[in-house]
């Protein structure tokens, strides 16, 4: 298993600023997750971060939006930049352990709620 | 690429059963999982079921999968309160694919 700490848990951001939502996790992890939970709906990934490479966008994320930090094995940040009130959202952090063969699990992070006003 | 559908809204009166359906659209999908979201919290994995599997129980849970329909299901039996919650259901391809596709979520209402 995996405990993820993610923080802030909660933050409410004027518009045009940016927020850095920082992902700790209690092992080391080769693959970490980024997703979005917009108000009422489903998780949306938006990037696939390993260390030592640039982070991969999911259609409709691009990097100078969502700007993707991944310096080691056990860390990783998000910043969601220049915002508007359409990024109020849950962020959450995820990582996967398994391999993905069989057992296969994905852990999340409490998420980081934030709102833009 | 995956879609997965599940309805929006289920209420159930504690002690009764609590079923939660869920329909996926790529047949390759390997495992399938339901997770739990609760007020003000990250998802909690629940259980999951690898797609040769039909049935898998874990104490109150229950998960049916028919991979024919391409049709998941969870079974809560003897709901209570605390399960009152948003229950996600995920797909996940493998062959070097590593991610998961979710559904809407399931907001379970339990009354008292």
């Known amino acids: 298993s995996a405990v993820i700490s993610q923080k802030p848990s909660r933050d409410i951001c004027q518009r045009g600023t940016s927020l850095t939502i920082q992902c700790q996790v209690d092992?080391?992890?080769?693959?970490m997750f980024w997703y979005r939970q917009q108000p009422g709906q489903s998780l949306t990934l938006i990037a696939t971060?390993?260390?030592?490479?640039?982070?991969?966008?999911e259609s409709g994320f691009v990097i100078d939006k969502f700007p993707i930090s991944r310096p080691n094995l056990t860390f990783s940040t998000l910043t969601v930049s220049n915002m508007s009130p359409e990024d109020s959202s849950i962020y959450l952090c995820?990582?996967?352990?398994?391999?993905?063969?069989?057992?296969?699990?994905?852990?999340f992070g409490q998420g980081t709620r934030l709102t833009v006003v | 690429g995956e879609d997965v559908e599940q309805s929006l809204f289920l209420s159930v009166r504690e002690g009764d059963s609590s079923v939660i359906n869920c329909t996926y659209t790529?047949?390759?999908?390997?495992?399938l999982y339901w997770y739990k979201q609760e007020p003000g919290a990250g998802l909690q994995l629940l259980t999951y079921i690898f797609s040769n599997m039909d049935m898998k129980q874990d104490q109150r849970l229950t998960v049916l999968l028919n991979k024919k329909d391409k049709h998941l299901s969870l079974r809560i039996a003897d709901t209570q309160t605390g399960d009152s919650a948003i229950y996600f259901c995920?797909?996940?391809?493998?062959?070097?694919?590593?991610?998961?596709?979710f559904g809407k979520g399931t907001k379970l209402s339990v009354i008292p």
């Open positions: 092992s080391q992890v080769t693959m």
């Open positions: 971060a390993n260390q030592g490479s640039e982070a991969t966008y």
């Open positions: 995820s990582v996967e352990t398994g391999g993905g063969g069989w057992g296969t699990e994905a852990f």
């Open positions: 790529d047949s390759s999908s390997t495992y």
């Open positions: 995920a797909a996940y391809s493998g062959a070097g694919s590593y991610q998961l596709t």
